[in-house]
């Protein structure tokens, strides 16, 4: 069954939005003509207004159109949080160009192959990178690296700050590729070049996905895909206020979660981002109590993470509105842990989570403010649709019933780069809509809620019985000694998969052979037989992603198991 239209669940809310076809620079730009004399972001101590930003934005692109930077043309950014990263991406966006977000801490020859695949021909990096791109780039198009420190937009104690977090200014090796930033601007000689006009349809980012399964997609997403996801996002938080909104941009921007719900949704709507170019737990606390931030989104390791730190003891936070969690699962035992922490500082603010994937930006689905329902992960966003159907086939399920998750709306990809096929998840269904079979697994309830209930991919056939992990790490995460876990499948030559289940337990937790015991008795009492683990295996830490997740792929071939 489709789900019903947003202003189902919220009668003030449209479930029709209009969308300007217009870039994501000229969406942030007309925030700024409303609030040029307003902060727009903060970074070390320092705050620019929305005025200085746009002047240091329109001043890097111009400098790229007259160095020959045109509309189609792919951009490497490989930026940490950091205010060049907001100048390049707008820069980039305004040339008519496609920004290609890379992670920071990349191998050479992660960057040699975003290279490649990107056919870059300029890349704007931080300067402790900027060696590993001179040499990733011989043989391929990129002849200029444009290259900038994080102390550089700061005054000295600024840069004091930087150094002390981020060690001395990186030694540059001479090459005829790299120029540094403020020279790249500086050598524009006060020509202003004519810009090219840029719609929605035009390509604005390039995204790595599948970070967890191992399957690198490129996706290209464009200018109104970017400006749907802020603009929903924004009609779904509703209760920020334009002009007046603050938010810790901790997420990194190579991420679709971290570029458009931590910074564009925020700016084009005139609020404020606090840039956290590193997480660390204790930081992070500090920098909540310093800013005050009325929005604060993250994924599920990154709360965790903060209550790890004692920075929050004695903390006032009664002016949190917003609290999300996206990016990945987030179980009832940490919802409720998250909740009972914000609780005891004084805020009383209900968690959100919220369901999505890179193909369709960041999040698609979000829990409604006075509607959360137990096992759910909310409802679709304004002009998006969900149906569940049987996987491979566009036959619907009906409500209930468990099936594969696929989307309809403005924020859909246009494709993957290159235009490559083999996942094909892009189909025209007799109903006329273009839909985005996700590879999820999900259901829908007869209020149009829906349920997530993990990759099709990681589904565990144990016995002819179909056993959905992440309902297995629910029973464990709720565990009073556990912190959080990871559920795969391994070959037996009876059942042909069984579960394996690590776990990480809560800190002062001693591991002991009655513990596991107690755990198993605990997954018996709570589990169908057929999903119960055969194995508990306490380790340390999970594996992560560059985003935070937890890597089910890493644990498969550590173990030399499989998921099926």
């Given at each position: ?246 938010t810790l941009t901790v997420m990194p921007l190579f991420h679709g979660f971290g570029l458009i719900g931590n910074l564009h949704m925020v700016l084009a709507y005139g609020g404020c981002c606090e840039m956290v170019p590193r997480f660390n737990p204790g930081m992070f606390a500090e920098l909540i109590g310093a800013v005050k931030p009325d929005i604060i989104m993250g994924v599920p390791t990154l709360y965790q993470y903060l209550f790890t730190s004692d920075s929050l003891k004695g903390m006032d936070l009664s002016f949190l509105k917003t ?242």
């Amino acid at each position: 069954m489709r789900s019903r239209p947003w202003e189902t669940y919220y009668g003030n809310t449209p479930s029709n939005i209009s969308y300007p076809n217009v870039g994501m620079y000229e969406l942030v730009s007309n925030a700024a003509k409303k609030f040029a004399d307003r902060p727009a972001y903060g970074f070390m101590g320092s705050i620019t207004t929305f005025g200085k930003m746009m002047e240091e934005i329109d001043a890097l692109s111009e400098a790229l159109a007259l160095h020959g930077t045109t509309k189609g043309d792919t951009v490497v950014i490989c930026l940490p949080n950091c205010p060049q990263a907001i100048w390049s991406v707008y820069a980039v966006n305004r040339c008519g160009a496609i920004s290609k977000l890379v992670y920071p801490l990349s191998s050479k020859n992660e960057i040699r192959e975003q290279i490649i695949n990107s056919h870059c021909k300029l890349a704007i990096v931080i300067d402790s990178i900027a060696s590993e791109f001179i040499e990733a780039s011989e043989g391929t198009e990129l002849n200029t690296i444009v290259y900038t420190n994080l102390g550089d937009p700061l005054r000295l104690m600024g840069k004091i700050a930087v150094k002390w977090l981020d060690g001395p200014k990186a030694e540059v090796p001479p090459s005829t590729k790299t120029t540094e930033m403020s020279d790249f601007v500086e050598n524009r000689k006060g020509v202003v070049p004519k810009m090219p006009d840029v719609f929605g349809t035009d390509k604005a980012l390039m995204l790595s996905s599948g970070g967890t399964s191992g399957k690198v997609k490129e996706i290209v997403i464009s200018n109104l895909n970017a400006n749907a996801s802020a603009l929903q996002a924004q009609a779904m938080i509703d209760n920020m206020e334009e002009g007046n909104c603050k938010t810790l941009t901790v997420m990194p921007l190579f991420h679709g979660f971290g570029l458009i719900g931590n910074l564009h949704m925020v700016l084009a709507y005139g609020g404020c981002c606090e840039m956290v170019p590193r997480f660390n737990p204790g930081m992070f606390a500090e920098l909540i109590g310093a800013v005050k931030p009325d929005i604060i989104m993250g994924v599920p390791t990154l709360y965790q993470y903060l209550f790890t730190s004692d920075s929050l003891k004695g903390m006032d936070l009664s002016f949190l509105k917003t609290v999300i969690v996206g990016g990945d699962a987030l179980t009832s035992a940490l919802r409720k842990k998250i909740e009972e922490t914000f609780a005891e500082h004084g805020c009383n603010t209900v968690v959100r989570d919220g369901y999505g994937l890179t193909e369709c930006v960041m999040l698609t689905c979000m829990t409604p403010k006075n509607g959360c329902r137990e096992g759910y992960i909310g409802i679709p966003c304004p002009d998006t649709f969900f149906k569940i159907v049987e996987t491979g086939t566009e036959k619907e399920k009906p409500y209930g019933e468990v099936g594969q998750i696929c989307i309809s709306g403005p924020t859909v990809m246009q494709m993957y780069n290159d235009n490559r096929d083999e996942y094909a998840p892009l189909r025209t269904h007799s109903d006329g809509m273009m839909w985005l079979h996700t590879g999820d697994l999900g259901l829908m309830d007869s209020d149009g809620y829906i349920a997530y209930r993990g990759r099709i991919d990681r589904m565990v056939i144990s016995s002819g019985y179909n056993v959905y992990p992440n309902q297995v790490e629910e029973i464990l995460n709720s565990h009073s000694a556990i912190d959080c876990s990871c559920v795969i499948g391994i070959p037996d030559e009876i059942k042909t998969y069984v579960v394996r289940a690590f776990v990480v337990l809560n800190k002062n937790v001693e591991k002991t052979d009655q513990l596991v015991k107690e755990i198993q008795r605990y997954c018996q009492d709570n589990l169908p037989r057929y999903s119960v683990p055969k194995d508990i295996r306490v380790v340390k830490s999970m594996p992560k992603t560059k985003v935070g997740k937890i890597s089910y792929k890493d644990l498969d071939e550590e173990n030399g198991t499989q998921t099926c």
